[in-house]
């Protein structure tokens, strides 16, 4: 089970989450060509290894997540809020040997 | 002769013999011991054959001790609380216990199944991939029937579980598998250092393989040790032994599903408390401490009862004072022989022989030699002679030279040991071959999981300690204790024989001997180049059984690398899987089943709908009303009062499951824009909009109407299936398209609940109750809003209408609920005011032509629904772009129709499909039929539906094809809006 | 009929309401009471005014803590966003107040009625939570005076541990109400659990 | 040796010594007409209809591992032809009649077994969308039953109609739906392509794609680098990976299902169920043992392998609908990657480079396509044209609005 510790409420687990899928593509704007936005809708890189993702911690703080996970591992690189907040984060203590996330 | 048993031996073991235990095999009424299991009691009873194998039904006994036992398999207990496949050897003993012995016709001694084994010669592996082919239809009628019916070992209880099953979640510092040396000793290392720590083990004891054997510890019995250490452990605020307690599987990120057999060893669970239990362990660090199972040798009869693990024979004897046989010959590859030898011996219960497949002399066994047991040495076993039980051994030299057959009764057999990985492999790390030890030990180098003590092949039990001890320290200073680092145990050759074969070809030497999988199987597989190891267990089945190969994979590994021509780690392991013994359905679903498989969620008004003996219906995890009978009425005859009350005079309609949100801040108004197709900067305080959202690849998301509260301040309503949706899906657009958004969002769904009143004397029953608020249409018009208060309750009364009457939808808090509705109850009585429920609900928008999940279902574009005008040109909106594409390359696509039989007495029904004529096909489907009622109002069956072409056919006679019931009905298509379509009463 | 809106979506169960106890006994026991509605205000800041606003209210600013205020006990749920418990009689004044305050700084929304408040208090208190809630409530880990927006079993609830007894709190939607206390009543079988009203 | 009750007789008393390899244990060759990257079920199909149906016998399957080790190996064998959409329902109707004569076919009891498949509806609502689809497969010829409560309750009388939380109201029928023997399916195609001369190459990983010019000239591999005039993809979960070998970018995402099998009971249970409001489906294998499934774990994923949740959310699905399977346990569950795309349909297409074809995209239901996938993707591959069976499963279609969204839950494979 993928635990993730969410920055504002600490290690969670996935239960508590709805995975929203690829954070790398951005909406394009309105003007943008069409290829953009099928782009945009429909392509994925799907990386095997590291592969950068939101997770909307719903059963939680409600943010939306970005994390940094391998699909193969599934080890958990770093989580950092999508909208950034001025608010201070969960006690950030350094990761101790073994802990995955 | 003691009453516990002919073959219970007159002193020692760790069973209560004061403490009687009744219980019945196969029928028959026996007796054990406390302390006993079914395995230990029926072999103190002399009961030996317990089942009939898998595909040869040949006679099976136990083999082993614990969940390795590949063969002593029953079903236990009655009714519905039967369960099949039950090793004899995991049950502990309790009053009342009744266990059958499975696939055996008629009876386990006369089994006539049994003439498998002269079929055997055709029933090679994968053989019936060659045959069963003709002629084709046999298969499912004839073949496959027989195939079923002789497959599966026992029967599933044929009614629905009557016990309970719990969750609990756990979190630790340190998780230590398996309660012996090596696990007790680092747990308490671990808990010294400062860590928290839990220990699980498998076993009903603590002590692992110590609790077999009679052994010291720094010069006192072992036991003293175990207790000691087991009691440190427990009685520390952060330490816990659970016993009875298997670690299933590892997952990611360190989480170990364990089962708690709570209640398996009482005839039924205490009060309160669950059959068993599945502990949800998250441990920042594991270590394993699973220890090592013995492994039998291959040769042919190896299978019958009466052939014994060597360390089963001794655990028989030392724990539960049991002699598995009279006259026992012993066959080993290393020391572990002559240590059973021992401990029989000792227990005056005769060795008739060892044979060691060693050329040379070890300690232990010059010792036992020198206490008169014969051993020959550079023996193999050949095949165990006898009928349905063991009378004697047919031995060879290593070099094939024949020795003398041997009379005995029972067959303890040493073929070496299998360190447990299993739990290291879950995640995907192959273990790896050590010459010196014969066995596959753990690779896994993991930062937060290690092994220790036998289960990394490090046998000595002194040496298990330290190892444990190293792990516990090292696990501790992994999660932050201050502590420093021991040095791990090595591990020491094993003094064995590479043997894991007799001699012979292999047509009765049983590999896996639940899923009877023989020596010759694994040869004829790599013949037929099924050689990977994979296809070997695909092709034969090897380690397929419930057992998962604990006893057989090894040796089948060895047959295979043999028949290669390559050594063992080339052939290498196939993958073990959670769970690491079978695990109850039950106990994995938990509290989730029957109605609570999901939780159910009430409106504020279901207890007044409870008085009006409303019939519920599930939405999604919501219970609302269906309808409310009157009488006998059954649905239909309800459903049409209901509707007709709403279109003649009012009715009353629980709608608070409707998503609601409520929206504050300067860029509110913006962000709608962005959501929704249409434009709302304009909309006034005090006014409530329709809206549409589109995904964004341009498909219809959801709809609603939206209402301004304050120039900063917006409260929406979505259907109830996207409440969550929705609410994710503006988080998703302010906090990830648009974080500079100035935007906050509150659920506002229980805190207002909502009632509907529909008809046209709705405005003179609300004006009845409202306190002292016009509700006129200059008032409060259509789309109007009103902050007012009913009876003193705080209420938000809206001027929308699905139904298409003259409609409110009133919102007033939660705990308001009774009193709005009795209010509403005692001033209706004077309009005929009647609830409706979502049956009347759905007859009243299809009337009205108002879309629904139905025709909103995913692969609806807002254009298909007639919706297209809304879509604002001049901004940006979610699935603008994708929608407007779409529309000019997918060429004619099917919109919103309504439908209605040309002869008004036909049915119509959703599902149907639109087709010209009666011989069109799936590719002419012109569109289909998605919502369909029987109109109190149009006086006969009508229908919304999508057609390509859409309106333009208005007038039209198509058919609605509904094969499934070979119907086919002359539909005209026509306006969706059946009443009132100029939306005069709405309005009025 | 009274003119006042029911208090709990358990009101058709009558129960009676806990005996008062010494502490020392009560402690020992596991006990579930039904505080039915609460004063439960939602606090949100505007974009780059938590602090402020924090400063304003007095409220906390660490994730998962908790604060007596004037206005009652505020706890964090996220950034930027806390929840307020006052009593049930207060809550219309306070909300009042609060929206005057919070000009320019943040929103507050009235959502007394959309929580249920159910206690856990005694001995067993952790051993019958842990049977829904995922997170570690091992003292090191949760303390009194400690919150957490998470879930018991799939119900999403505010818990709040508000002394060391231990006494947890659990606010959760008014629609799931009746479910959970089914569940935890069931839960806290095994520990004998007592059922009250407030 | 051609199978048969009469080679096993023989060979029973022959100490079984002359069954040959089932496959020629094949080396790589230089050069061949077409390679075929992947020896799971679509790609040994792919061989054996090259080589039957258009003669293309100088070919090879290149596989990474042991053939059938990818998920033709692991799926829970549910073959069925029930889709509504017609670019759906042609083309698996194709198969299911591929499904029905492929032991002699193939020589090789593959164990089709048409026992049926019950799609469970517990609304009228979802009864009428279910109804939609059963009308649609009735107009395109195919069997299709729509059975009211009791109609359940005589296939399958251990589901629960007294007490579940979303209560059976009937159910959807294929009758010729059913399962099959998923390892033998890779064996049997292997064997029969084997025998007309196709290289099964294991143990050989495709880690390059050349390209000259726009067109294809062959592939790099873990045994060396291997000329070939045609490529063609059957790599199911690892799509992407190897695509991106080739440059092309995918409306694709893997992500991992689980699966699960109970240990081995007497006949329980005759057809195949699934109840999706519970995300939960189960057949019973041959071999005793209750096979079941849900859906995906629902994040991007190439582990073999599934966690907790889902695992805990199919069980109790299959308590909320089987409550006797309560007492029955589980013995063994495991993962495999899918290759999901954006819309839930395939593709079987040629790509933008010339000589470069794609067979992908099956999502979790492409065991049941496997014959008709090879069969077209033959064609495909042979004619360097689309059969019109898969002309709709156009890798383009994404860039131009056509999308075959029979799901309707949009470009979000984890929404359930
Ligand atoms: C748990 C589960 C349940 C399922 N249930 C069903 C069901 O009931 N019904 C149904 O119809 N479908 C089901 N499916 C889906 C079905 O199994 C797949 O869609 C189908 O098997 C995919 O096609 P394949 O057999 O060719 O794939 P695979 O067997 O995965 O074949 C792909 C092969 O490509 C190989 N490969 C990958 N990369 C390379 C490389 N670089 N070089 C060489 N070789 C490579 C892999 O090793 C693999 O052997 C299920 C899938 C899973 C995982
Ligand atoms: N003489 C030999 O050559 C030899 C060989 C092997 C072991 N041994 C002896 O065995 C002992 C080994 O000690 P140890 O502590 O390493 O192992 P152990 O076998 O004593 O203890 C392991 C325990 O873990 C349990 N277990 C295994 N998997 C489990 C799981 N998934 N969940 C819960 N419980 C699980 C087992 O049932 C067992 O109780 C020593 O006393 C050693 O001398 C001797
Ligand atoms: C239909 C089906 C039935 C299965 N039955 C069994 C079984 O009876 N015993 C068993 O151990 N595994 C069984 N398996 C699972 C396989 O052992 C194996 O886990 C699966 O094929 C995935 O391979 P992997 O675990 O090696 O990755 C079955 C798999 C499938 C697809
Ligand atoms: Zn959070």
């Not at chain 2, 998780?175 to 083990?201: F, I």
């Not at chain 2, 002399?361 to 002679?385: D, F, H, M, W, Y």
């Amino acid at each position: 089970m993928h635990y993730i510790k969410c920055p504002w409420c600490g290690l969670r687990p996935e239960s508590e989450f709805q995975y929203q899928g690829d954070a790398t593509k951005k909406r394009p704007d309105d003007d943008a060509p069409i290829e953009a936005f099928t782009d945009y809708v429909y392509f994925r890189d799907n990386p095997k290894g590291r592969h950068t993702e939101f997770w909307h911690h719903t059963g939680g703080c409600r943010q939306y997540l970005v994390v940094e996970r391998n699909t193969k591992t599934h080890e958990i690189a770093s989580v950092r809020y999508a909208k950034p907040h001025e608010a201070k984060p969960h006690e950030a203590e350094p990761p101790k040997e073994g802990e995955t996330s | 002769m003691s009453a516990q048993g002919s073959y219970r031996l007159g002193a020692g073991g760790a069973i209560d013999r004061a403490a009687s235990v009744a219980f019945k095999f196969d029928g028959k009424a026996l007796t054990g011991c406390k302390g006993d299991t079914l395995a230990s009691a029926l072999l103190a009873n002399n009961v030996r054959l317990i089942g009939r194998s898998f595909k040869y039904h040949r006679p099976r006994g136990v083999m082993a001790l614990g969940s390795m036992e590949p063969n002593g398999l029953v079903e236990v207990r009655e009714g519905a609380r039967r369960e099949p496949n039950i090793p004899a050897t995991t049950v502990e003993l309790f009053d009342g216990l009744v266990a059958q012995s499975q696939n055996r016709f008629p009876s386990l001694r006369y089994d006539l199944m049994a003439v498998n084994q002269l079929a055997s010669p055709f029933l090679s592996a994968g053989f019936y991939y060659k045959t069963f082919m003709w002629p084709a239809s046999f298969w499912e009628s004839v073949y496959e029937k027989a195939i079923r019916k002789a497959a599966g070992l026992g029967r599933a209880a044929g009614d629905p579980d009557p016990d309970g099953y719990d969750h609990v979640h756990m979190h630790t510092d340190v998780l230590v598998v398996g309660a012996g040396p090596t696990g007790l000793s680092a747990a308490d290392a671990a808990l010294s250092a400062g860590a928290r720590v839990l220990v699980v083990d498998e076993n009903a004891h603590v002590g692992g393989a110590l609790a077999y054997e009679r052994e010291d510890i720094d010069g006192a019995p072992a036991s003293a040790f175990v207790d000691a250490a087991t009691q440190r452990i427990d009685s520390h605020d952060n330490g816990d032994v659970l016993t009875r307690t298997t670690a299933l599987g590892v997952y990611d990120h360190n989480l170990v599903v364990a089962l708690e057999r709570v209640s398996d060893h009482e005839l039924t669970p205490g009060a309160g408390k669950p059959r068993q239990r599945l502990r949800l362990i998250r441990a920042k660090q594991i270590v394993l401490a699973a220890g090592a199972l013995e492994r039998p040798l291959t040769f042919a009869n190896n299978d019958k009862p009466g052939v014994m693990l060597s360390s089963a024979v001794r655990g028989y004897v030392n724990r539960y004072a049991v002699a598995p046989g009279r006259r026992i010959a012993i066959v080993t590859t290393n020391d572990d022989g002559y240590r059973t030898a021992r401990d029989l011996i000792d227990q005056n219960v005769e060795v008739s022989l060892i044979a060691d497949a060693r050329d040379h002399a070890s300690a232990v066994s010059s010792e036992i030699e020198g206490r008169g047991v014969p051993v020959l040495r550079n023996t193999l076993p050949q095949k165990v002679l006898g009928g349905v039980e063991t009378e004697g051994l047919a031995l060879q030299t290593k070099d094939g030279a024949p020795v003398a057959d041997h009379r005995c009764d029972t067959v303890a057999v040493a073929g070496g040991f299998n360190p447990c990985v299993h739990l290291t492999s879950h995640l995907g790390a192959a273990p790896y071959w050590r010459e010196d030890l014969l066995a596959f030990v753990p690779d896994i180098d993991d930062k937060s999981l290690q092994t220790a003590g036998a289960c990394r092949g490090v046998y000595d039990t002194r040496a298990c300690l330290d190892d444990g001890a190293a792990a516990g320290v090292e696990a501790a200073r992994r999660v932050g204790c201050d502590v420093v680092s021991r040095s791990k145990s090595s591990t020491v050759a094993l003094d064995a024989a590479n043997v894991f074969e007799g001699p012979g070809d292999g047509k009765k030497s049983f590999v896996d001997f639940q899923n009877d999988v023989t020596a010759a199987d694994v040869r004829l597989s790599a013949q037929e180049g099924y050689e990977a190891v994979e296809h070997l267990k695909r092709y034969t089945t090897l380690g397929m059984a419930t057992d998962q190969g604990k006893t057989s994979n090894i040796n089948g590994l060895a047959v295979l690398a043999a028949a290669r021509n390559v050594p063992i780690d080339v052939v290498g392991t196939t993958r073990f899987r959670p769970p690491y013994t079978p695990a109850a359905i039950g106990a994995y679903a938990g509290h989730h089943r029957g109605k609570e498989f999901q939780p159910i969620r009430r409106t504020a008004f279901h207890r007044c709908h409870e008085e009006e003996s409303a019939v519920f219906v599930e939405a999604g995890q919501w219970l609302r009303p269906r309808f409310y009978p009157q009488g006998n009425e059954d649905v239909f005859a309800a459903l049409k009062r209901e509707a007709a009350a709403v279109r003649t005079s009012v009715g009353v309609c629980d709608v608070s499951t409707l998503g609601k949100i409520e929206i504050f801040g300067p860029d509110a108004a913006a962000l709608l824009n962005k959501v929704y197709i249409n434009a709302w900067s304009k909309l006034a305080v005090g006014k409530a909009r329709y809206g549409v959202m589109l995904r964004d690849d341009g498909y219809m998301f959801d709809d609603g109407t939206t209402s301004r509260l304050a120039e900063d301040h917006f409260f929406l309503t979505c259907t109830t299936a996207n409440a969550a949706r929705v609410l994710a899906h503006l988080e998703h657009t302010s906090q990830v398209l648009y974080p500079d958004y100035d935007v906050n969002f509150v659920s506002a769904t229980e805190q207002w609940c909502g009632l509907a009143l529909a008809g046209p004397k709705s405005r003179a029953l609300l004006a009845d109750i409202v306190d002292g608020f016009d509700v006129s249409n200059e008032n409060l018009p259509f789309m109007g809003i009103a902050e007012t208060t009913i009876g003193g309750a705080p209420a938000r009364i809206f001027r929308i209408s699905f139904s298409g009457e003259l409609a409110y939808e009133i919102n007033v808090p939660w705990g308001w609920a009774d009193h709005l509705w009795r209010k509403l109850r005692a001033a209706g009585e004077a309009y005929d005011l009647t609830p409706y429920g979502s049956e009347a609900l759905a007859v009243l928008r299809i009337e009205k032509g108002h879309i629904a999940g139905p025709e909103i279902d995913g692969r609806t574009m807002a254009s298909d629904a007639g919706l297209g005008g809304m879509m604002s040109k001049k901004k940006d909106f979610i699935g603008k772009r994708m929608a407007l594409h779409r529309a000019e390359t997918s060429g004619e696509r099917p919109s919103l129709v309504g439908v209605k039989p040309v002869n008004t007495s036909e049915r119509l029904r959703g599902g149907a499909h639109l087709v010209a004529s009666r011989e069109d096909g799936l590719k002419d489907s012109l569109g289909w039929v998605s919502s369909v009622t029987d109109s109190p109002n149009v006086g006969s069956w009508i229908g919304l539906g999508f057609l390509k072409g859409g309106m333009e056919q208005n007038g039209r006679t198509i058919y609605a094809s509904y094969p499934l019931k070979d119907e086919f009905v002359e539909v005209e298509l026509c306006n969706p809006c059946f009443v009132d379509p100029e939306g005069e009463r709405l309005r009025g | 009929m009274a003119d006042t809106p029911s208090h709990s979506p358990l009101s058709h169960i009558k129960m009676a309401p806990a005996p008062q106890k010494p502490a020392s006994e009560a402690a020992k026991e596991l006990s579930l009471v039904d505080y039915g509605r609460v004063g439960f205000l939602y606090v949100m800041a505007r974009s780059g005014q938590a602090e402020a606003l924090a400063d304003a209210l007095g409220f906390p600013t660490a994730p998962n803590s908790t604060k007596q205020t004037s206005d009652g006990v505020a706890m964090t749920t996220a950034p930027g966003e806390w929840a307020l418990i006052a009593g049930a009689a207060d809550v219309d004044s306070v909300f009042a107040s609060l929206r005057e305050r919070l000009a320019g700084l943040g929103y507050v929304s009235d959502q007394s009625h959309s929580r249920v408040k159910f206690r856990i208090a005694g001995g067993n208190a952790r051993a019958l939570l842990v049977k829904g809630v995922p997170i570690d409530l091992h003292p090191r880990e949760f303390g009194a005076g400690h919150c957490a927006q998470t879930g018991y079993g799939d119900i999403g609830v505010l818990l709040h541990q508000v002394d060391d007894a231990p006494t947890f709190d659990l606010f959760c939607y008014s629609g799931f109400g009746e479910t959970l206390w089914n569940r935890l009543q069931h839960d806290g079988l095994e520990y004998d659990v007592a059922c009250h009203g407030a | 040796m051609k199978y048969s009750a009469w080679s096993i007789f023989k060979e029973g008393l022959n100490r079984q010594r002359n069954w040959p390899r089932a496959w020629r244990d094949a080396k790589p060759k230089q050069s061949y007409d077409a390679i075929v990257i992947g020896g799971g079920g679509h790609g040994l199909a792919t061989a054996y209809y090259l080589a039957k149906n258009h003669q293309l016998t100088n070919i090879a399957v290149l596989e990474r591992g042991w053939i059938g080790g990818g998920n033709v190996g692991r799926n829970t064998t549910i073959i069925r032809s029930n889709y509504m959409f017609p670019e759906n329902e042609y083309f698996y109707e194709h198969s299911m009649k591929l499904w029905e004569t492929l032991e002699q076919e193939l020589n090789f009891n593959v164990m089709v077994s048409q026992r049926g498949v019950l799609n469970l509806y517990h609304s009228d609502a979802q009864r009428d969308v279910f109804s939609r689809r059963g009308n649609a497969m009735r107009l395109a010829g195919v069997d299709a039953e729509i059975l009211d409560a009791d109609g359940v309750r005589q296939k399958a009388p251990m589901l629960d109609f007294e007490n579940a939380r979303f209560p059976i109201e009937g159910g959807l029928f294929q009758p010729r739906g059913g399962t099959v023997r998923h390892d033998a399916v890779a064996w049997g195609y292997a064997r029969a392509a084997s025998a007309l001369g196709v290289d099964i190459i294991q143990n050989c990983e495709v880690t390059g794609i050349k390209i000259d010019g726009g067109a294809v000239v062959g592939v790099e591999t873990t045994l060396g680098s291997i000329r070939a005039d045609k490529v063609a993809m059957a790599v199911a979960g690892h799509t992407s990976e190897v695509a991106r070998m080739a440059g092309l970018d995918l409306p694709i995402e893997s992500h991992v299902l689980q699966a699960f099998v109970s240990e081995g009971i007497k006949p329980l249970l005759d057809t195949v169920v699934t109840f999706g409001a519970g995300h939960f489906y189960i057949s019973q294998s041959d071999k005793g043992g209750m096979v079941f499934g849900g859906d995906l774990d629902g994040y991007n994923s190439y582990a073999q392998r599934g966690n907790f949740p889902m695992m805990h959310h199919v069980m109790a699905g299959g308590m909320a609908i089987m409550p006797t399977l309560g007492r029955l346990r589980l013995l063994r569950h495991w993962g495999g990657v899918m290759d999901m795309t954006m819309d839930g349909a395939p593709i079987i297409s040629k790509t933008e480079i010339d000589g470069l074809y794609l067979n992908g995209g099956w999502c979790y239901g492409g065991f049941k396509a496997t014959p008709a996938s090879g069969w077209c993707f033959a064609h495909t591959i042979a004619n360097d044209s689309p059969h019109e069976l898969n002309a709709a499963f156009k890798v383009d279609r994404f860039k131009i609005g056509q999308v075959i969204d029979e799901r309707g839950v949009g470009p979000n494979p984890w929404i359930q």
